[in-house]
């Protein structure tokens, strides 16, 4: 009798689902994603409200805020869910309508999983779709002047006419065109880069009207000078110097023991402090300077000096903000104020001045001459609107900032899709083998975009859709859409109803990768185990198999 070595077979640590179960219930979760954010797309969208961790609450329809809260327990959701993350990073804005895209694009394929295609042939079909549709929008796009003010703010504002603040005209359009102007930086060839996270704060501060807010040339920080009192709290024209390093007598990185003989010893010890603080001070006012801010922290003895010496000074200043004063009014940050020159002071600044907001205080630095940085203030009513105002105009600056990085404009309003569905329809019928299934449903796939904008504006929606067919059947009248706002059939160029280029094509590219992802998984294997409830029997230890049982196992016949 053959001997045969010990086997152990772990039982219940792992689970498995594969084949069609596995796709199917990736499809049901993908659209469930789809069908909780379909509402909020469009002009005449609905608003979610969320209680979200901390048990606050959070009001508003932009897609990516909404999925963020929501805890989902399948990781296909998950995967649904980081999509929309990922177009909110990349380009700020469509994160509804890839969610959209993507959950029809896994609907529309359940027909044909159902009849037995392989996963990968419906990938190659859809591939091929992403490819033309890219080729479509090229050749539909038009250029945009971006020096246009007017251009620029039709489309930021048809962008932004489908969150809460569209019902405030201009207003955020006008912020996010002069904080992306303003901190923008040539690149040469008609290009402009925009560091929106660096280099634009949005300082939130309740009270007031919505239309009191503006974008400063200058920066803007909560914080106030160090002794009121002594300091100026208004500089016209001021000369600042920016430092990263403490001034106060330098402590030694260890314990520091110091054994003193005299009693002397002690006042030669406080006088040496003195003189180090002294010499510290000259160095910084040798370069007349009437701001001083610093990153770290400032002795009481150098703050007599400053203030003795007419300076003002900050202390504990954030890094990011200390960076953006230095973009604003052209200063260099310091390490050591022995190294200090005269090209390191900032003198762009046109006014320093603090002002009690509320019941805080600010200072503000503007009137800069060439701001490289800026600080867009936002008054308003409540937390709770400010902060949807502030999630639209991050979405707002981040179309203008598109924009000047790749200045072409697509027409809105369902157009854009309805053009790449009437074209990859036509194409279809040259694709050769089973591909051409697949195709032509991503096609149709296309149509959810305009279908769901004509939900959420109350239209019948079989009647809106069957004219739209019907004018872009040809593949002519490219930019007739819907105007999410009265539900008309227009030309989106009279109504200037339009999409930023980066942002569709992103859509696109992300929806069709993560259909094709989702559908290329055919199981879920978990190896989590489950939590024994109370009171439950101790689990099974693993069963080590004898030669005995090895030998009475029925064999598979060949």
């Known amino acids: 009798m053959a001997l045969h070595a010990p086997v152990l077979v772990l039982k219940d640590s792992l689970k498995r689902e ?9 499809i049901q979760a993908a659209k469930a994603v789809a069908d909780i954010i379909r509402t909020t797309l469009g002009p005449r969208s609905m608003l ?23 805890d989902i327990a399948h990781p296909a959701a998950k995967s649904m869910i980081e999509l929309s993350r990922t177009q909110d990073e990349e380009v700020g804005d469509g994160t509804t ?25 419906i990938c190659r079909a859809y591939t091929k779709a992403l490819d033309d549709a890219i080729a479509v929008l090229d050749k539909i796009a038009m250029p945009v002047d971006v ?31 002069d904080a992306t102007t303003t901190a923008g930086v040539d690149l040469g060839q008609g290009m402009r880069e925009v560091d929106i996270k660096k280099y634009i704060k949005v300082e939130k501060v309740p009270g007031g009207q919505l239309e009191d807010s503006r974008v400063l040339k200058g920066v803007m920080i909560n914080k106030d000078v160090v002794t009121p009192g002594k300091m100026r709290r208004k500089i016209v024209n001021p000369r600042i110097i920016l430092l990263d390093c403490p001034v106060e007598y330098k402590k030694g990185e260890n314990q520091t023991n110091a054994e003193l003989m ?48 007419g300076v003002s000074a900050i202390r504990r200043l954030r890094k990011t903000d200390n960076n953006r004063i230095a973009k604003a009014c052209g200063a260099v940050i310091v390490n050591r104020p022995e190294e200090l020159q005269e090209s390191d002071v900032g003198t762009g600044a046109g006014l320093f001045e603090v002002k009690k907001i ?58 854009t899709e309805l053009t790449v569905s009437a074209t990859l329809k036509q194409k279809s ?44 059947a040809n593949g002519e009248n490219a930019w007739v859409g819907i105007d999410g706002r009265s539900g008309d059939i227009v030309d989106m160029k009279e109504r200037k109803i339009w999409d930023s280029y ?57």
């Open 18 to 26: 594969s084949g069609a179960k596995v796709h199917q219930a990736n």
């Open 48 to 70: 979610k409200m969320l209680l979200d961790a901390g048990g606050g609450i959070v009001v508003t329809n932009d897609g990516n805020a909404i999925l963020r809260e929501i």
């Open 97 to 121: 309508s890839v969610i959209v895209l993507a959950g029809e694009m896994l609907h529309v394929a359940q027909a044909f999983i159902d009849k037995n295609y392989h996963p990968t042939v």
């Open 147 to 177: 020096n246009d003010r007017g251009a620029m703010l039709g489309l930021v504002k048809s962008s932004i006419g489908t969150k809460f603040t569209g019902q405030f005209g201009d207003l955020i359009a006008d912020l996010a065109i």
């Open 262 to 309: 005299k009693e002397e010893d002690w006042q030669v010890l406080l006088e040496m402090e003195e003189e180090y603080i002294k010499n510290q001070s000259a160095q910084i006012l040798k370069f007349k300077p009437d701001l001083v801010i610093t990153e770290k922290g400032l002795s009481d003895l150098a703050i007599h000096y400053l203030s003795k010496a």
């Open 358 to 415: 509320g019941d805080e205080f600010f200072a503000f630095i503007v009137d800069c001459k060439d701001p490289k940085a800026c600080t867009v203030l936002l008054r308003g009513a409540s937390k709770d609107v400010l902060n949807e105002v502030e999630r639209n105009l991050q979405d707002a600056m981040s179309v203008a900032r598109n924009i000047l990085k790749n200045p072409k404009l697509l027409p809105g309003g369902g157009a």
């Open 429 to 472: 019928s040259s694709v050769e083998g089973v591909e051409k299934w697949p195709y032509e449903a991503a096609a149709l796939a296309f149509e959810a975009i305009p279908r769901t904008l004509a939900q959420n504006c109350g239209l019948n929606v079989i009647r809106i859709m069957t004219q739209l067919q019907g004018k872009h």
């Open 502 to 558: 980066s942002v569709k094509a992103q859509t696109f590219k992300t929806a069709i990768e993560a259909a094709c992802m989702l559908l290329r998984i055919d199981d879920i294997v978990s190896g989590i185990k489950k939590k024994q409830a109370p009171g439950a029997s101790a689990p099974k230890q693993p069963q080590i198999e004898t030669e005995g049982d090895a030998d009475n196992e029925q064999m598979i016949p060949e």
